[in-house]
């Protein structure tokens, strides 16, 4: 199974501040068709998981443009350029490239 | 709009089964796969499977293989997974989640709680 590492697990921001989670994969999620199959979720409290970022770098509907994702091969990244109240939670990452999809432990992000 | 409601919390013993329905509307049931994937007490997300709601194709995630059963009926737009022989580490909210091809699980059941408990 691939295995995926988030870091931090633990995030304290400031409001209008960015953020940066970082996360990792035992092997590359480059497709041989060039997109990279990895996954944003945020998990809110209280709340299911929602959708953020798919294929590395491309923001879900509905998605603020605050949020972005980046990375290849191995290691990828997520952003918030200026973080908001409403942005607290716990962040996943998530490989799709093979089953079983496997999540990174999560990042809780707190304000 | 599209919308996945699941069925009520559970509380089972020790080695029973538990059977977790997902109703699907708000777009063509035949057309995305349904996904599971749990998350225990206070830990992170596991994913279970899938299945396919259109052929009723699955794919288990091999840990539990042997022991999840999904199963669809296409004519009320509903996925059921079952889970048997039950362990107090079965605890867990038990959420479905659309998948779209490639590009991740869209949208998630509000989740059922499975208590293991004897």
Known sequence: DIVMTQSPLSLPVTPGEPASISCRSSQSLLHRNGDNYLDWYLQKPGQSPQLLVYLGSNRASGVPDRFSGSGSGTEYTLRISRVEAEDVGVYYCMQALQTPYTFGQGTKLEI | ?118
């Open chain 2, 1 to 118: 709009q599209v919308q996945l409601v699941q069925s009520g919390a559970e509380v089972k013993k020790p080695g029973a089964s538990v059977k977790v329905s997902c109703k699907a509307s708000g777009y063509t049931f035949s057309g995305h796969y349904i996904d599971w994937v749990r998350q225990a007490p206070g830990q992170g997300l596991e994913w279970m499977g899938w299945i396919n709601p259109n052929s009723g194709g699955t794919n288990y995630a091999q840990k539990f293989q042997g022991r999840v059963t999904m199963t669809r009926d296409t004519s009320i737009s509903t996925v059921y997974m079952e889970l048997s022989r039950l362990r107090y580490d079965d605890t867990a909210i038990y959420y479905c989640a659309r998948e779209i091809a490639v590009a991740g699980l869209d949208h998630w059941g509000r989740g059922t709680l499975v208590a293991v408990s004897s």
